[in-house]
Nanobody, 123 residues
Framework: VQLQASGGGLVQPGGSLRLSCVGS????????IGWFHQAPGKERVQVSC????????YYADSVKGRFTISRDSAKNAVFLQMSSLRPEDTAVYYC?????????????????WGQGTQVTVSS
C-alpha cells in the first residue's frame, strides 16, 4: 500500500486543520492506521491510531478532546481533524499503516509510511 498525506499548513493558535491520508494499491480497511508527528530535534511520536475495526481509537494525552481520527472507506482515506491547535502541535505529521488486527500505537510496528506534511501553529 502507498500512502499520501496532505492537509498541513500554517494556522494561528486556536485554529483547525484536517489532515488526510489517502491510500492506493490496497484498501486501507485492511490496515491499522496511525498518525505520528516529529518536531525538529525530537523523536517521532504517536498522535492517534485507529484499528482495522475502527474500535477504541487511541489518542495521545496531549491531543485528547482536540483531535479526532476517522476513516472513510469510500475515499480509501483516514483523516485527522485537529482543533484548538497549540504552538506545541507544530511538527511534521506522518500517517502510517500496518496490516495487523492488534497493534500498539507506536511508530515501531508500522512498516508503511507516507511522506510528511508540515503543520505550523503560530501567530
Amino acid at each position: 500500500v502507498q500512502l499520501q498525506a496532505s492537509g498541513g499548513g500554517l494556522v494561528q493558535p486556536g485554529g483547525s486543520l484536517r489532515l488526510s491520508c489517502v491510500g492506493s494499491g490496497e484498501t486501507l480497511d485492511n490496515y491499522a492506521i496511525g498518525w505520528f508527528h516529529q518536531a525538529p530535534g525530537k523523536e517521532r511520536v504517536q498522535v492517534s491510531c485507529i484499528s482495522r475495526r475502527d474500535s477504541n481509537p487511541y489518542y495521545a494525552d496531549s491531543v485528547k478532546g482536540r483531535f479526532t481520527i476517522s476513516r472513510d472507506s469510500a475515499k480509501n482515506a483516514v483523516f485527522l481533524q485537529m482543533s484548538s491547535l497549540r504552538p506545541e502541535d507544530t511538527a511534521v505529521y506522518y500517517c502510517a499503516a500496518e496490516p495487523s488486527a492488534l497493534l500498539a500505537c507506536d511508530p515501531g510496528p508500522y512498516n508503511y509510511w507516507g511522506q510528511g506534511t508540515q503543520v505550523t501553529v503560530s501567530s
